[in-house]
């Protein structure tokens, strides 16, 4: 069916030092380049750091530094031929926002502000407006940021636009062991792939106990790749374009009767 992309998920553990964050994505898109992945995804704030987990406050922040090292981002992009998409906290004004960035080869920069804001997040940041879908290579994909998982409608929109794969990018962590939360993470993934007949790529941090996956989920729900738990590393997923299956059609053709209702 033509498209094909080589996909990377590289989970680490975040900080509030900048420079530090930076060398690690660095590493990562060269180790990444060397075996040719043309999409490579990072979790939520992994540029600046998550606040208050990792840096005590958004106004703590050295939004210049950050510009910087975001010009180094969309210079690697370019250099490498690579699509980098990274979290980072934006300032604009006196306007705060979870974000995630999208750079492209061509020197582009797409950003997605984080719209299901509650607890630390509300606290922190004002929602986006952005949509969240772009182009990559001639696929369609949507970004989305870890607590809109919890929400399917996040997910409707992007089915509505076409999409044939989602990034969720989490700090998703704990302070101490939690499986049961990592799987019910993991479930709400899974769902929201066949609920979209999309598939779902995640990718966390890991600067603390990891309770969501870096996975790639296929449209029927299976988890394709799994990274293990806690552990520095890229995931590389080979996506091929592929018919739809009897069970993915029957999925398609009801959402699409259904779709016109939902809010």
């Given at each position: ?74 210079k690697l992009s370019i250099e490498h031929s690579m699509y980098i998409a990274a979290g980072s906290i934006e300032k604009e004004k006196d306007r705060y926002y979870n974000s ?83 799987e019910l993470i993991k479930a709400h993934l899974r769902t929201r792939a066949v609920e ?68």
């Amino acid at each position: 069916m033509g498209a094909e992309m080589r996909i990377g998920l590289y989970q680490f553990p975040g900080s509030g030092d900048m420079g530090k964050n930076y060398e690690t994505i660095e590493k990562a898109v060269s180790q990444a380049a060397s075996q040719k992945v043309r999409f490579l995804a990072f979790h939520e704030c992994a540029l600046t750091g998550y606040s208050p987990l990792e840096v005590p406050s958004v106004s703590e922040v050295d939004y210049a530094a950050a510009a910087k090292y975001k010009e180094c981002l969309r210079k690697l992009s370019i250099e490498h031929s690579m699509y980098i998409a990274a979290g980072s906290i934006e300032k604009e004004k006196d306007r705060y926002y979870n974000s995630m960035l999208l750079f492209s080869p061509e020197g582009r920069v797409g950003i997605y502000g984080k719209r299901a804001l509650w607890g630390w997040d509300r606290d922190n940041f004002v929602p986006g407006s952005q949509q969240g879908i772009y182009e990559v290579d001639g696929i369609r994909m949507g970004i989305r940021i870890c607590f809109e998982v919890r929400f399917p409608e996040f997910f409707r929109e992007l089915y509505r636009e076409n999409a044939e794969l989602c990034l969720v990018s989490f700090c998703d962590i704990s302070q101490t062991e939690n499986i049961e939360r990592y799987e019910l993470i993991k479930a709400h993934l899974r769902t929201r792939a066949v609920e979209n007949v999309f598939t779902v790529l995640s990718v966390n941090d890991i600067s603390s106990f990891q309770t969501a996956p870096t996975a790639v989920i296929d449209p029927n729900g299976a988890v394709l790749l799994e990274m293990e738990r806690n552990k520095e590393g890229l995931l590389i997923y080979d996506y091929v374009r592929s018919e739809d299956s009897f069970g993915m059609l029957g999925r398609k053709r009801i959402s699409d009767e259904l779709v016109d209702g939902c809010p």
